[in-house]
């Protein structure tokens, strides 16, 4: 990287081996997944006509998916013919009823392997892996060579990010007034993505918030805070990402405090960036610099901590800071935290209580996000990235201290 994010000294000692990269529990909740159905009708014309990008009418049959900050995002009901090749799927971004992009991809590699594998052997695995690289690579060459012949224009090569972990570099044809992107990241995903070129960027930051100057940053985080009657002090405003059934959590937390504080990444655009590959599994990911990357490119600063400190966090959100801890996880005493958080009291603190917090290094490894705290009865109040129903859920100070491992905490 050009800068260093600013880390505490003292923490810059905890290595990377003793740090368990959290995995996946929760599942997806959005419910049946909709899968569009192939036809072979091309729609190529009609996603770059005028009226599309003028009016807003988008051809054919869209379904309304679950988003975030108002934006409504659609998918396309069928996959057709674009550019000369079958897309995946086919997405629609609008803000405030503005169509600001279209997103066909064409390759996932989780799809892929998910779609293609048969066992999980050696063998197996790396001749997917062959299959995978070679299919991916025809792809590009096709994408590229139908969007230079449709535009008659060489691609220019640009780039979105400020950091060397996060900065992706794309292949931009012009076309009129609109942009055509093509976003390859090698061992990920093929996707075209259509927008006008006057919304083209250069930073992953939201247009609201390069805006602002830090101290209006600041203060404009510090009105999502809440106080009230009960002694909860709570943070407003961060939304949910869905892992799914990825070994997402680490990832999808991380998205859900820096979208808040206005960065515009989503998971599969993190996870390139933390070198996940092909299976389930975050092993071999380059964790703790996507963190350090991610909050560079939100501008913010990142302090790193062993193990949750109660005193401390308790600033942090007073200001609307996000916290996100990775901790050992239990699913009986996720049972307790999600109940208490309608209401129902949490055990006593007492040695036989304590004796049922997940502290050994055996415990599966989690990540949740700090959003309140309540002085008086000493609970954290927290959220999971599994869907709606995981706001609000509350431990005890202690339990997070005794069984957290590594805590970050975002400031402006």
Sequence with gaps: MKTLILFIASYLSISLSCLAIPQNFGGNLFGATFEPRIINEDFTDDLIAAPVWINNKLPGTWK?????????????????MLF????????????????????????????????????TNTQDIKSLKREF????????????????????????????????????????????????????????????IIMRSEDVSKTYLSSETTKLVKRERRKQLQQNVQVRESGD???????????????????????????????????????????????????????????????????????????????????YIEKGFPIVVWRRYSHKRNLLHSAAAHGAKLPE?????????????????????????????????????WGEHARNKRMRAEELEATSYATFYFKI
């Design 64 to 80: 309304s998916i679950p988003s975030l900050d108002g934006d409504e995002v659609k998918i396309l009901s069928v996959n057709p």
């Design 84 to 119: 000369g090749r079958h897309s995946i799927s086919v997405y629609a971004n609008e803000e405030k009823g503005k169509l600001k992009s279209i997103s066909i991809l064409y390759l996932d590699s989780e799809k892929f392997f998910n779609q293609t594998k048969t066992t």
């Design 233 to 315: 002090i709570k943070i407003n405003g961060i939304p949910m990402f869905l892992q799914g059934q990825r070994p997402y959590c680490a990832i999808s937390t991380l998205g859900m405090a820096t979208h808040y504080l206005g960065l515009r990444l989503g998971t599969d655009a993190l996870a390139a960036g933390a070198k996940f590959r092909y299976f389930n599994t975050a092993k071999g990911s380059k964790m703790l610099d996507l963190y350090r990357a991610a909050a560079e490119e939100s501008d913010a600063v990142l302090q790193r901590g062993r193990s949750f400190d109660f005193d401390r966090a308790q600033k």
């Design 349 to 385: 603190l007492t040695p036989n209580d304590r004796l049922t917090w997940p502290t050994s290094k055996d415990a599966p490894g989690h990540a949740s996000v700090i959003t309140g705290f309540n002085k008086k009865t000493g609970e954290v109040i927290f959220m999971e990235s």
């Design 133 to 192: 690289k070679k299919t991916y690579e025809t792809i590009e060459s096709s994408i590229n060579k139908a969007l230079y012949k449709y535009t008659k224009h060489r691609p220019e090569e640009s780039f979105v990010g400020q950091t060397d972990f996060l900065r992706n570099t794309y292949n931009d044809y012009k076309y009129g007034d609109l942009t055509l992107r093509v976003s390859a990241k090698d061992g990920q995903n093929i996707c075209l």
